[in-house]
């Protein structure tokens, strides 16, 4: 039986997040996308955005495709970004709420990539 616990509050997802990008920002291939963000002012609209996904927490407004179209991000990126949010979510949580966090990931990178071919 694992040790870990569910998502089931706010600091829940701020941890993930806040360990989520940490990894994005050691990783090679995905922190050159961050070079010139202000990462800590959009941590909490990421948090916000998550707390919504898995929380049903209100306060996240804004359009995520739109706030990313942008960005020279391909396939490769949107694999990576997935597998590192999947793994640092396995990392920490175990439950009905870290194994919805996994799926809406997923089916977000998927989403991603099919309107930035667009």
């Known amino acids: 039986m694992s040790d870990k616990t569910d998502i089931t509050v ?3 997802v701020d941890r993930l997040i806040r360990t989520f990008y940490g990894k994005l920002l050691a990783d090679p291939l995905m ?10 002012a959009h ?5 916000a955005f998550w707390a919504f996904i898995l929380l049903d927490m209100e306060g996240y407004k ?7 179209r942008h960005l020279a991000i391909g396939p490769e990126h949107f694999d990576r970004w ?4 999947s793994e640092t979510v396995d ?3 175990a439950g009905p709420k870290a194994d919805l966090a996994k799926q809406r990931a997923k089916l977000l990178g998927l989403t991603f990539q099919t309107k930035f071919k667009a």
């Not at 804004?62 to 990313?68: P, T």
């Open 31 to 40: 922190a050159p996308h961050f070079h010139g963000l202000d990462l800590e």
């Open 62 to 68: 804004g359009n995520v495709m739109d706030r990313h």
């Open 91 to 93: 990392e920490l949580y």
């Open 82 to 85: 997935v597998q590192t949010f």
């Open 10 to 12: 706010y600091g829940d």
């Open 43 to 47: 941590l909490p609209r990421i948090t």
